[in-house]
């Protein structure tokens, strides 16, 4: 009887989804190349992964080197990258646009922070912010 048990215990465990709390819905501001738009932010237990996309133009190259994030006061470096290779030149896409996932550190969720990606040719600093759920706070330009 007990090793019936503690399969149905182990089956229910293993069919309950596990997740962080996902925040959607940000609005970004860029001040160089490649653009950042921030999509949605999924803070797990062991990571916080920033979902978005780079922006540059069609048909030509480019590198990323590093990437860190600021929010709540702390600084972090991403940890690994997906959708293109820190330090390895890529093609942009005929669209210009680039889905990349960005993994840091687990941190507490924020409403607003600053990402900055150093490449070759300087650094891009993007602002971003929560703009639904927000009491009291205005999504800012782009």
Known sequence: MKPLFATIVTAILFSVPVSGKMTRSYESAT?????MIVDSIDYRKELTRVY???AGAPNTSSRV???SVTAG??????TDIDGVDFNRYFQWEESGEIAIEL???PMAPTNEGVLTIKT???ESVTKFILTSGVKGKKARGK
Do not use: A, H, N, W
């Open 31 to 35: 001040d160089g190349t490649p653009v």
């Open 52 to 54: 978005g996309r780079l």
């Open 65 to 67: 080197d590093m990437v």
């Open 73 to 78: 006061g702390k600084v972090q470096e991403c």
């Open 103 to 105: 993994d840091f550190s």
């Open 120 to 122: 070759p040719q300087g």
